[in-house]
């Protein structure tokens, strides 16, 4: 199996807070791997640290077999990175951005050219191609960003945060281009605050808190593990509530929580749903609502850590007002 | 629609030569000066403001202390070419804070450079700027009634005389560019030190109409010297004495701040 990414024990201090305690991660080429946390994990710092944008304190880091502090320059020939610390120049055209690092890599500047069109034609940005960019919307700006890092035709692309701020919609473009990028054969390492990007992007994930990796896994194996799904059922009639305790009770195999008329407990078994609706039509309950959610980025993290995110939705409207 | 990432099937080189060093520079100054034409103020900033000045002095001062403007503008002018050159570097650092608070210069660093070259751009594009307002400065100063009192190589030596103070002085910019929080704290910070450090010279004013505790000073300042060396070079008078003397400062000026600014910088980043 080969990794594109490697990292062992990596350690990054900033004055007297540890930004990263120990870190491994092994992610295999042409994956996608998520690095899943709150605001103030590490996720960044680990990611800067593979873009040798910062030394570790402790430990290696390899990207494509090349060490990030020994081999900075071979990392920096592999790599593509994309976020808000790196960003794109506001006062030239999204095609003079494109235009400046393609001549920075070397590229010739007929090949510049038409490889700054190529992309903006992908991204969308065509009709912006002669625009400052710091007349974009969030959304254009962060596609920008993106073609901005892929220039090159990088090995490794670094997506830090990459929808933070956007709106759903712009998230769901951004989504897209990333699958088509992962289609290419490129590695993608994207961090992330939403459980529901890592769940529709990443093959891996690794969980981070507090600059440590907390639990590894697919998102399916990971949910399984948190079991953080949840099962609540609301009864049409007060009086059914009991009835429908011991049903959701006997289904999750633990006692229910009960909020007013509704019956929450967590489960893991997505059959849980079909077999509730039986057994509650069985006993005559009328229900109007009837859900099985999945667990959010908080529910996760109560079960991995035992304490709930801070700061996630705080994050959320900060970041989401800077765009 | 084409593959946007083809694999790569050649060897990664270790290191950047020279001269793809150079060629990285050249693109970072070209960047430079293409923001300009997004953000036309900053043209107006560095030209018509010191012809403003030139025009003022000249037309305010220029009576009452050498009775005739014309005669006024051969002193004044080279010392006005002088104090808008350090105006002029305080571009460098505006534009190198931006990169750093907008992470520009992250994604820069990201990217197989040579290390130096996001600076050197920066100040490339700063000389091209300093070449275009001395240029435009002359040129204003020659319809006012300036008269070049020598050759034209020894006007070609002042303005060499001035770039090359230019550069040494780049790296104070660079200093207060990165330790700055914000560009409009650099361009703040540069107008209210820039501005007295500039006039008490000999720029507008012979130093002996000055106080005697204030000539102590105004004869060793860069700016007089370097002002005075202008003179010499443009219009006539010593040359040698004054000229040495910018050139000692320039030096001072580098190995002071290009390891302070080197050392602020890798600390920020």
Redo the contacts between chains.
């Keep these: 199996m080969t990794h594109a990414i490697w990292t062992e024990g990596l350690v990054k201090r900033f004055g007297g807070t540890v930004a990263l305690g120990g870190v491994d991660l092994a992610v295999r080429t042409g994956t996608v791997h998520g690095l899943l946390g709150p605001n103030g994990a590490g996720k960044t710092t680990a990611v800067r640290v593979l873009a040798t944008l910062l030394r570790p304190d402790a430990g290696h880091a390899t990207v494509g077999g090349y060490d990030v502090v020994r081999d900075a320059h071979q990392v920096r020939q592999l790599i593509g990175v994309t976020g808000q610390y790196a960003s794109v120049d506001e006062a030239l055209t999204g095609m003079e951005n494109l235009q400046l690092i393609g001549r920075l890599l070397g590229m010739s500047r007929r090949d510049t050219k038409q490889r700054a069109r190529e992309l903006l034609a992908r991204f969308g940005l065509s009709d912006a191609a002669g625009r400052a960019a710091k007349t974009y919307s969030g959304g254009m700006r962060r596609r920008l960003d993106l073609a901005a890092s892929l220039v090159g035709r990088p090995h490794m692309l670094y997506l830090d945060e990459p929808t933070t701020g956007l709106d759903p919609r712009s998230r769901l473009g951004l989504w897209d281009l990333v699958r088509s990028l992962v289609a290419d054969g490129v590695t993608v390492l994207l961090t992330t605050q939403y459980l529901e990007e890592a769940d529709e992007l990443a093959d891996e994930l690794a969980v981070i808190d507090h600059g440590r990796v907390i639990a590894t896994g697919t998102p399916e194996e990971l949910k399984a593990k948190t079991g953080a799904r949840s099962l609540a059922v609301r009864p049409a009639d007060p009086v059914d509530v009991p009835v429908v305790i011991s049903v959701v009770g006997q289904l999750a195999g633990v006692a229910p929580e009960v909020d007013g008329l509704v019956v929450t407990a967590p489960v893991t078994d997505p059959a849980v749903l079909p077999a509730a609706v039986r057994r509650l039509d069985n006993a005559g309950v009328v229900i109007t609502e009837l859900t099985l959610r999945n667990p959010s980025l908080n529910e996760v993290f109560l079960s991995l850590t035992g304490r709930p995110t801070e700061e996630t939705t705080h994050t959320e409207q900060t970041e989401g007002a800077l765009t | 629609?084409?593959?946007?990432?083809?694999?790569?099937a050649r060897g990664?080189?270790?290191?950047?030569s020279p001269i793809?060093g150079l060629?990285?520079t050249m693109?970072?100054a070209?960047?430079a000066l293409?923001?300009i034409r997004?953000?036309p103020w900053e043209l107006v900033d560095f030209s018509i403001q010191p012809i403003i000045f030139t025009l003022l002095f000249t037309y305010v001062f220029g009576g009452a202390i050498s009775a005739s403007t014309g005669k006024y503008l051969t002193y004044a002018l080279p010392g006005i070419l002088v104090m808008n050159m350090f105006f002029v570097t305080m571009y460098v650092g505006m534009g190198l804070n931006?990169?750093l608070t907008?992470?520009?210069f992250?994604?820069?660093?990201?990217?197989?450079?040579a290390r130096w070259a996001p600076l050197a751009g920066r100040i490339t594009a700063d000389l091209l700027k300093q070449v275009w307002s001395i240029v435009l400065l002359l040129s204003t100063g020659v319809i006012l009634g300036f008269r070049i009192g020598t050759t034209v190589l020894h006007v070609l030596a002042a303005v060499v005389l001035i770039l090359v103070f230019a550069l040494a002085f780049s790296w104070v910019s660079v200093l207060v560019g990165v330790l700055a929080k914000g560009p409009e704290k650099v361009y703040l910070l540069g107008m209210t030190t820039l501005f007295p450090v500039t006039v008490v010279s000999n720029v507008f004013v012979p130093t002996e109409t000055m106080p005697g505790w204030l000539q102590a000073f105004v004869k060793v300042s860069p700016v007089t010297l370097l002002a005075n060396a202008s003179r010499g070079l443009m219009v006539g008078g010593p040359i040698t004495g004054p000229a040495l003397g910018s050139l000692l400062w320039a030096a001072m000026i580098l190995v002071v701040f290009v390891p302070l600014s080197l050392c602020a910088l890798k600390l920020r980043?």
């Design positions: 629609m084409t593959t946007v990432t083809a694999p790569l990664l080189a270790a290191r950047v793809e060629q990285q693109t970072l070209w960047r293409v923001q997004h953000n931006t990169d907008k992470g520009v992250d994604r820069l660093r990201s990217l197989p450079l980043v």
